[in-house]
């Protein structure tokens, strides 16, 4: 009896209570504050230092500094998030969420932006411009540092031959 009462009571209180499963992906889902979707790059703001690449476990991405492009294969990368914490510009990061599902294990390639790459070949242009001119100049100093010393050597010889040949010359009596 108390077994029909309480099958009684379920029953009803489903019936006027809201379904318990979510209506996805008509409705879109809710994920869990601290959950691990997937990793997401700002790809205007890495400077290609390859630290993702050695942090990260199944080796998933690559990074290609001359193209500008940093690329994941997501069907290997297992969300741990080493790479996201060993970036030093924080441009990669963990959202909640998964990707759409594909028909092939193709890798995602992110490239930067043509403005961005202007830019840092300028300044690698720069860099290597004032390289250039540090370089020339220690090599000018040294050069000037190495002539001078030949010259105060030369200089050196001239006055002491001078002082030599105005010595006086002694008598050989009077060495005696
Ligand atoms: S989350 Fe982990 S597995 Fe995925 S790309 Fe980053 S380091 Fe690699
Ligand atoms: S660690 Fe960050 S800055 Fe360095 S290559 Fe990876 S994404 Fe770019």
Sequence with gaps: MSTILNFTGTLLKNLVSKPVTKNYPEEPAVYPERSR??????????????????????????????????????????ACGYCASKCPKKCLSLVPGYQKPGRSKAAVTYKKSAEVMEAERKKAEEMAQRKAAAVKAAGEKKAAAQTGGQAAGAAAQVQAAQAQAAAPVKAPSENQ
Excluded: A, M, Y
């Excluded at 400077?47 to 997501?74: F, H």
């Design 37 to 78: 979707g997937h990793i997401v790059i700002d790809v205007d703001q890495c400077i290609s230092c390859g630290l993702c690449v050695r942090s990260c476990p199944p080796r998933c991405i690559k990074v290609d500094k001359n193209e500008g492009t940093w690329t994941i294969n997501r069907f290997d990368c297992i």
